[in-house]
Every structure is written in structure tokens, then in C-alpha cells.
């Protein structure tokens, strides 16, 4: 049996596991997620061009869904070259966060009807097979508007017969 610390680079394909516990003879890996400041399971983005759908799942995006976030990133663009801050847009919830979360939504429901349950505030919950829950908030990552938009991934749920372990450190 060995231990392997994986690199942070594995996270952008979507594997978050920090410490591997392989069994030499088996074929069989267990991961460990050591996290000591936060519960995020990921910071996924979306983008103008970023096809989340086939990177995530390997389902492109809709040509709906292109057309849905265009105007939005068109917005942000703007707000860029004008060296926009975040805090100073005037309606950023109603004209960024609302519509990008209503086509990330819509699109998910698309590739998979009845995937998810949702409030298009700042957060997504999404609801899967097998008791798995996933909270996705949506915010910036910097002070000045940029042309993307994070994704905190917490996770809410997991199926029964998944060991979790959490120690909170004093």
C-alpha cells in the first residue's frame, strides 16, 4: 500500500483529490479531499466561450444557450474595457448573476430534464440520482469585472453507502 499526493493540476479535468491511498495488487484507489480553510468542492467557471456541458459531461452546450449568455458577457466586455469595478455596477444581480444562472439552468434541464430543483438567486442547488446534492454559487473572483464568473461547488448530499469524514481542527 503507498500514499501519492496528487497534483493540483488533476483539479482542472474535475479530480479535487489531494492524497491517494493505493493498494499495490489492486486496481483500487481511494481519494481523500484535505481541505482546511473552505468546503468548496471545485471553483468551476462560466464564460463566453467555455462550453461547460462538454467539459463537464461531454453534452455540448445548445445554440439556446449561446444565444442566451451572449449579451451578458457582451455586458461584462464592456464593463471590462471600462475598467469597471464589481461593486459599481448598477444592477449587477438582476443584469449578470439572474440571467447566467436562468441559462445554466435552463441548459442543464435541457441535457437532462428534471436534473435540478433551483432559485435563480446567486445559487443553484442541484439534485441528482443516488441522493448526490450540490450547492453552486455564483460570484467574482476579483475586484474589477472580468469576462467570467466562478462557481463555488459545495456539496449538500451525498448517497448513504459514501464514507465522509469531516474533523474540524481547533
Not at 156 to 166: A, C, K, Q, S
Request: glycine share 6%; net charge positive.
Amino acid at each position: 500500500m503507498g500514499l501519492q499526493l496528487q497534483s493540483d493540476n488533476k483539479g482542472k479535468d474535475g479530480d479535487v483529490r489531494d492524497v491517494l491511498i493505493i493498494r499495490s495488487g489492486l486496481s483500487r484507489k481511494i481519494g481523500l479531499s484535505v481541505k482546511h480553510n473552505h468546503f468548496a468542492v471545485e471553483h468551476s467557471r462560466l464564460a463566453k466561450s467555455l462550453d461547460f456541458g462538454e467539459k463537464w459531461f461531454d453534452v455540448k452546450c445548445s445554440s439556446q444557450y449561446w444565444a442566451d449568455i451572449k449579451p451578458i458577457f457582451k455586458y461584462l466586455e464592456a464593463e471590462k474595457k471600462s475598467d469597471s469595478k464589481w461593486n459599481e455596477l448598477p444592477s449587477k444581480k438582476q443584469d449578470v448573476y439572474v440571467p447566467l444562472l436562468q441559462a445554466f439552468m435552463n441548459e442543464l434541464h435541457h441535457s437532462n430534464t428534471n436534473a435540478y430543483n433551483a432559485v435563480p438567486r446567486k445559487m443553484v442547488e442541484l439534485y441528482l440520482d443516488g441522493g448526490w446534492q450540490f450547492s453552486f454559487r455564483i460570484h467574482n473572483a476579483s475586484t474589477k469585472v472580468e469576462t467570467s464568473l466562478k462557481f463555488d461547488v459545495q456539496i449538500i448530499g451525498v448517497p448513504v453507502d459514501v464514507v465522509y469524514t469531516e474533523c474540524r481542527w481547533t
